[in-house]
């Protein structure tokens, strides 16, 4: 959906308000109180009511969505959704105030944030399978130095890997052969599928053995280099295959996770510029959320209210 276009549907409030509503009845609701699914809309108070004569529970429009203790109104809620979506890097938080005209910066940060989280409770439903590429990426993030209390001196600033300026995210990207007819046509024998991206406190081969094991199918074959921590990941998947990258051009071997890493890497400086460590995990969920519904076209927007409202938020 244009920017036009999305104008033309949702020209005010009410429109917005009125097809939420509409996204809301045909998922379905739920009581609160007693569970029940059968509801009507009451409407002299602008609520849901349950059908169950014990219970008679109200529920809100925004209630057990995403949008739930919000002030903010729905034509907010929608055209963010919209420009996070449509756009194919995204918005910083900055621009869409200023979009918007809100006076308030928090407001508007919080519900961006809100929105990458119900990404990342959709892309958590699935795994990845098949054949899946596996490699670590390291991003900048912002670092305030701690002084000690009991040294008076402030903390020195590691270097290289281990820099408390620097993430570990676990990257896997599964893919699929190009039959050879094609290859031309791709200009490669691989193609990429969906993505995954998790922040980890540590490189330990338990810790990522516990991601692979939440984001990968255990009947995949993974891919990655030789880093020991690699070595009990036949554990959690069906085989896993090694390459000793001294020997091996790592744009043979594991060329998707490395453009998903530049990517994002390059998205997240021109866009945001300096990111918190605690947030970094929600710009990644929406990298990934938009790159793994990149073929979606127009349905991407409505997707993403669909899994607004089919989250429970309470």
């Not at 390291?138 to 402030?154: C, P, Q, R, W």
């Amino acid at each position: 959906m244009k920017l036009i276009e999305f104008i033309t549907k949702f020209p005010d409030e009410t429109s917005c308000k009125s097809f939420f509503k509409q996204v809301r009845e045909r998922e379905g609701i739920t009581c609160k109180k007693c569970g029940s699914k059968e509801h009507y809309w009451l409407q002299s108070k602008g609520m849901y009511q349950c059908k169950n004569n014990s219970c008679r529970f109200r529920t809100s429009l925004k209630s057990g969505t995403v949008m739930e203790n919000t002030k903010l109104p729905f034509q907010y809620w929608l055209l963010s959704m919209h420009l996070m979506t449509a756009t194919k890097k995204t918005i910083s938080s900055l621009e869409l105030q200023r979009q918007l005209g809100h006076k308030y910066y928090e407001p508007i940060w919080a519900m961006m944030h809100k929105i990458r989280r119900v990404m990342s409770k959709r892309d958590e439903v699935y795994k990845l399978d098949m054949a899946v590429e596996l490699d670590e990426g390291f991003f900048s993030i912002a670092h305030t130095l701690e002084l000690d209390e009991f040294t008076g001196k402030i903390e020195k600033l590691k270097r290289g890997k281990g820099s408390q300026k620097k993430a570990k995210v676990l990257v896997m990207a599964s893919f699929e052969r190009v039959p050879e007819k094609d290859q031309k046509k791709y200009k490669q024998n691989t193609k990429v599928k969906y993505i995954k991206m998790k922040v980890i406190e540590d490189l330990a081969a338990s810790t990522i053995n516990r991601e692979v094991s939440k984001s990968i199918y255990p009947g995949a074959e993974t891919i990655t280099d030789d880093y020991k921590s690699y070595n009990k990941l036949s554990e959690v998947v069906r085989k896993n295959t090694a390459y000793n990258m001294a020997y091996t051009k790592v744009e043979k071997v594991l060329p998707w996770v490395h453009k998903a890493i530049a990517n994002s890497k390059n998205l997240l400086k021109a866009i945001h510029h300096c990111i918190w460590g605690d947030y970094l995990q929600n710009y990644l969920d929406e990298f990934c959320y938009k790159f793994n519904r990149r073929y979606f076209g127009t349905n991407v927007f409505e997707r993403t209210i669909i899994a607004a409202v089919s989250n429970n938020w309470y």
